[in-house]
């Protein structure tokens, strides 16, 4: 097992560190603490990745033997999309079919024993509020508190408009359902007027000790949301013609990704918050196991510098042409990278 020489996050937002530059790159923030040796946590998200689908990705099986493959090589969280109503014109132009990700993770929890169940992402304003915390709260409950509930406003105008739901009014309604999550999960009796809702005196069991909340996206909004009432950030690559299908800040690596951490670990001393309660999930930008050019040791490096700026989660791709194929990918990087990367 290889061991870690770069400084590891992240208690204590410094400033620039000569000594690392050559890891982060030149004039980045980093997080440092007295214990060093966090070791960097590997997820992936299953490669339900086409239309049409193809049918042994839609299984009991199928999702079995990825899960429980991904556990094995030492993966240490799992997601699925959530796109509960696409439309045709999306899933022909380059979208895909998903299942649905809590009855999906459900099934997860049942045959793994270790892996964090993480949707990538839910869309939170496609749903009652009091629904998702429900869901979430059951599947932690039955999952020995692995669920991390992993959420974003979304950007597709169709499927807001088959839910019923405003695109409009979706950072509102967002706000709206943070409030809910952490209320009802927390209190008896629970009153709130949000928008098209009135709740009086909800009481909703179980109660989970503590779901974590990931904040999706790449906006500044996100970041500040992040440091107010998040466990984690969750942004996605996105290079500009996805930025722009997307409706998000361009973000095409850990360059661009560097001034985005930076201006969120000041919201979140602004905030008062510790930063060793943010996670941060982000991934290396280099080919992947699947691909040509794949290198282990660039890898390794790379999560150096991902350490030292605080990112905490490592996400890798999966092809969705065959499961035996998304299968020899996870245990190509499990052997390669995840077995030789330690504290």
């Known amino acids: 097992m290889r061991t870690r020489n770069a400084t590891v ?15 982060a790159g030149a004039g980045a923030t980093f997080m440092t603490s007295e214990a060093n040796g966090e070791r960097m946590k590997h997820w992936t998200t299953y490669p339900l990745l086409e239309h049409p689908f193809k049918p042994e990705f839609v299984s009991r099986s199928g999702v079995t033997r990825l899960a429980q493959a991904a556990e094995a090589a030492g993966f240490d969280g799992i997601g699925f999309t959530d796109h509960p109503a696409p439309s045709h014109k999306w899933l022909t132009a380059g979208g895909h079919d998903a299942l649905d990700p809590f009855v999906a993770l459900t099934l997860v929890a049942a045959v793994t024993e270790r892996m964090r169940l993480i949707p990538n992402i839910v869309v939170l304003p496609y749903r009652n509020p009091f629904v998702v915390a429900k869901a979430a709260a059951t599947l932690d409950a039955l999952s020995d508190g692995r669920f991390v509930l992993s959420v974003a406003t979304g950007y597709l105008r169709s499927e ?4 019923g739901v405003d695109f409009d009014q979706r950072n509102v309604l967002f706000d709206e359902a943070l409030a809910v999550l952490r209320g009802v ?21 179980p109660k989970p000790a503590h779901i974590p909340i990931w904040i999706g996206g790449n906006s500044a909004l996100t970041r500040r949301r992040v440091a107010a009432h998040g466990d984690g950030w969750n942004p996605f690559p996105a290079p500009p013609q996805l930025a722009q299908t997307s409706r998000t800040v361009p973000l095409e690596g850990l ?3 560097g001034p985005m951490l930076e201006h969120l670990w000041r919201q979140v001393d602004e905030a008062g ?24 040791g660039t890898h390794l490096e790379t999560l150096d510098r991902m350490s030292a700026m605080g990112i905490t989660w490592n996400s890798i791709g999966l092809p969705g042409d065959s499961l035996s194929h998304a299968i020899e990918v996870l245990e190509r990087y499990g052997t390669e990278v995840i077995a030789q990367d330690g504290p």
């Open 9 to 23: 996050p992240i208690w204590t937002a410094v400033g620039p560190d000569p000594t690392l530059s050559a890891v």
């Open 160 to 163: 807001y408009r088959s839910l």
């Open 185 to 205: 999960w927390t209190e008896d009796e629970f009153a709130y007027q949000g928008t098209g809702f009135t709740a009086s005196a909800v009481t909703a069991n």
């Open 255 to 257: 360059d661009d990704l």
């Open 273 to 296: 918050r510790d930063p060793s309660s943010i996670d941060v999930a982000f991934t290396t930008g280099h080919p992947g196991p699947a691909d040509v050019g794949f290198d282990a």
